[in-house]
Antibody, heavy 118, light 106 residues
């Protein structure tokens, strides 16, 4: 059974860079697309971007200027960096797998809360 | 962006009830729609993809229908394990989600 686990700091200061890693177990990262999705408190789910195992990326235009995704196939991990964060970036961040670039998500992580505060 | 609107936002129901959740797209998305169940502290779970295809292992009391701009998720007989929040997601153009429907105990 494929499992995804998000990890990273739960508190980030304004203007700094948020960094999260998703570790994939029970399956290979190869052959799939991997996304980050977030949900701010009281708001809806927002897709941040995806990375293919080969390293190809596609970002939500609303966040594109601040987002960088990367993948490490040797560790079965992929990562998110979101720069210049503000309180509006406070959210539960999820990682998820999809088979097609624009597709449904068949496996998700449990999510991790990241708070932006000084 | 394609906007997804779910209704209702909250639904109170009893065990055994038939429950229907609606999701409307701001433009046609063909059948490129998925439904998820989310419980607090747990990973969201895929229920339905391509509007009406049941994910493997999901109970048959869950069903999806619709195409174009209007879609429904139906739970034929609500079970105790089904009290959760449900989300729709379109994947016709980029990836966007509905606002969620919380199914709570009546």
């Amino acid at each position: 059974q494929v499992q995804l686990q998000e990890s990273g700091p739960g508190l980030v200061k304004p203007s700094e860079t948020l960094s999260l890693t998703c570790t994939v177990s029970g399956g290979s990262i190869s052959g799939y697309y991997w996304s980050w999705i977030r949900q701010p408190p009281g708001k809806g789910l927002e897709w941040i971007g995806y990375i293919y195992y080969s390293g190809y990326t596609n970002y939500n235009p609303s966040l594109k200027s601040r987002v960088t995704l990367s993948v490490d196939t040797s560790k079965n991990q992929f990562s998110l960096k979101l720069s210049s964060v503000t309180a509006a970036d406070t959210a539960v961040y999820y990682c998820a797998r999809h088979v097609e670039a624009y597709g449904h998500f068949d496996y998700w992580g449990q999510g991790t809360l990241v708070t932006v505060s000084s | 962006d394609i906007q997804m609107t779910q209704s209702p936002s909250t639904l109170s129901a009893s065990v055994g009830d038939r429950v229907t959740i609606t999701c409307r797209a701001s433009q046609s998305i063909s059948s490129w729609l998925a439904w998820y169940q989310r419980k607090p502290g747990k990973a969201p779970k895929l229920l339905i993809y391509k509007a009406s295809s049941l994910e493997s292992g999901v109970p048959s009391r869950f069903s999806g229908s619709g195409s174009g701009t209007e879609f429904t998720l139906t739970i034929s007989s609500l079970q105790p394990d089904d009290f959760a929040t449900y989300y729709c997601q379109q994947y016709n153009s980029y990836l966007t989600f509905g606002g969620g429907t919380k199914v709570e105990i009546k």
